[in-house]
Structures are given as structure tokens and as C-alpha cells.
């Protein structure tokens, strides 16, 4: 069977995944090679050059990579509460967070069904098309893979977006789901990182 060609829009957006990819590669042995990634006073006075800039900055960046997916979204939970502490590393990850997951489903409401074919593998969007058969189940399944770490929230956030979910629910789940997961990513790898490195 022939193999379909690969949309030059696909193509493109999986470009910008890569190089964004690439650029977080490069920062995070540039940080390694420089100590800043091993030695918590180096990454504190780098935090603190920033100051409230490199917070936005961050913020702004959790809120970019829902909607154009770099790097999956608990490493950035484990960057925010590394840089920042645990109480400033959840909120700017929250926020972020839940501003680029309000974006992703006004993205997908204006573009519609045809954004997710654009965005993610068919493997992925035939594996949760049966959850939108029923409007209820659907936001009940949704809430919960919001409030667990159990399915790709990206990509379901852009998927409700092409439901008859209302701005409401949407907010309203994505508001009180994402606290409880963020935290669990965070505390989860936060306690993997200080295994690595137990002196940080």
C-alpha cells in the first residue's frame, strides 16, 4: 500500500517541536557543562539575575509547550520546582500550565477536527475518539485524566476542544484537575532528581 504523504503543515510543526527540543537539549548541557544544573547556590544566583523576567519567562514557556508540545509537560513541573522552590515552582507551573491549556482548546475550537490530524499521530487521536461518542462520559474521562497523570493532556485538552464541551466545564476542570497533577509530577520527580543528585 502506498504511504500517504505527510502534510507540508505537519511537517513543519513537527520542525518547530524539534528545534525547540534541540534548543532545551543544548540549554540543559550547557547547564550541566557550566555546574548550574548540579550546584544549587550556581542555580540560585542564576534564578536571581532573572528575577521576576525568568519567572514570566518560564510561565510563558508552560504555557507555549501545551500548545506546541517541546518537551513533556512533568519535566517542565520538575524545572519550575527546581528553579523556583516548591511554592513559586508550582504556582508559575500552574499557571502556565493552565493558560496554554485554555489556548489549546480556543485553537481547536476555531480550527476544528482537522488541527488534531495536524498535531498528533492518528494512533493517538483513533485510541481517545471513542471517549467523545458520549458527551458525559467524555467529560468525566476527561476530568480525571486532567486530575491523574494516567493520559496525554495536551492532546486532550485540543480534543475537548472539538467537542460540544462548553468554555465552562473546560475551565472549570482544567482549574481544579491540574493542581493535584502537577503536584504529583513535581513531587515525583523532584524525589527522582534528589536520588541522581543527592547533594543538590
Known amino acids: 500500500m502506498k504511504q500517504q504523504a505527510v502534510p507540508i503543515e505537519k511537517r513543519a510543526l513537527q520542525a518547530v517541536s524539534l528545534i525547540g527540543f534541540a534548543i532545551c ?37 508552560q504555557a507555549v509547550q501545551v500548545v506546541v508540545p517541546v518537551l513533556p509537560g512533568g519535566l517542565g ?19 502556565g500550565i493552565c493558560i496554554g491549556s485554555l489556548l489549546a482548546f480556543a485553537v481547536a475550537k476555531s480550527c476544528g477536527r482537522p488541527l488534531l490530524y495536524l498535531l498528533f499521530s492518528e ?34 485538552c485540543y480534543l475537548a476542544g472539538t467537542t460540544t464541551m462548553t468554555w465552562k466545564r473546560y475551565t472549570a476542570i482544567i482549574l481544579l484537575g491540574k493542581p493535584f497533577n502537577i503536584a504529583l509530577y513535581s513531587m515525583g520527580l523532584v524525589a527522582l532528581w534528589k536520588v541522581l543528585f543527592p547533594g543538590f
Open 25 to 61: 537539549v543544548a540549554v540543559a548541557l550547557w547547564g550541566w557543562r557550566t555546574g548550574v544544573l548540579t550546584s544549587q547556590e550556581k542555580l540560585q544566583e542564576l534564578v536571581s539575575k532573572w528575577g521576576f523576567a525568568g519567572a514570566l519567562l518560564f510561565t510563558a514557556f
Open 77 to 95: 513541573c520538575l524545572v519550575g520546582v527546581v528553579l523556583f522552590g516548591p511554592i513559586w515552582g508550582f504556582t508559575y507551573n500552574y499557571v
Open 123 to 156: 494512533k493517538t487521536i483513533e485510541k481517545y475518539d471513542a471517549w467523545t461518542e458520549k458527551r458525559d462520559r467524555f467529560a468525566k474521562l476527561f476530568f480525571w485524566s486532567i486530575f491523574l497523570p494516567i493520559a496525554p493532556d495536551d492532546f486532550l
